[in-house]
Nanobody, 125 residues
Framework: QVQLVESGGGLVQAGGSLRLSCTAS????????MAWFRQPPGKEREPVAI??????????YYADSVKGRFIISRDNAKNTVYLQMNSLKPEDTAVYYC????????????????WGQGTQVTVSS
């Protein structure tokens, strides 16, 4: 089992920035694809940003709605993946979840084996 713990959520005004962190237990963090999903109020959970495992060609995925504003990165020495969120909009308000899987990047929820408990991000107008 892998335990994922998110942090960094909170309340921010539109146009502001937040950085989310997800720290994983275990010693094989570099072998996992890491992803951020989000679930807005009353809506389905959706992929936001994904980064390939160490050893791949630094492949990333971003949802169209966040391209140019969000950046996903990882620090394998710290067992941590980050989501830097800039130019935040009210429609970014959601619970953000960290997820992990072996293999290659995937955008479907069912592909991910491990999930954090989520962190709330609220963007005010």
């Amino acid at each position: 089992q892998v335990q994922l713990v998110e942090s960094g959520g909170g309340l921010v005004q539109a146009g502001g920035s937040l950085r989310l962190s997800c720290t994983a237990s275990g010693r094989t963090f570099s072998a996992y694809v890491m992803a951020w999903f989000r679930q807005p109020p009353g809506k389905e959970r959706e992929p936001v940003a994904i980064i390939s495992r160490m050893g791949m060609s630094a492949t990333t995925y971003y949802a169209d709605s966040v391209k140019g504003r969000f950046i996903i990165s990882r620090d394998n020495a710290k067992n941590t993946v980050y989501l830097q969120m800039n130019s935040l909009k009210p429609e970014d308000t959601a619970v953000y979840y960290c997820a992990a899987k072996l293999g290659n990047i995937a955008t479907i929820r069912a592909a991910y084996d491990y999930w954090g408990q989520g962190t709330q991000v609220t963007v005010s107008s």
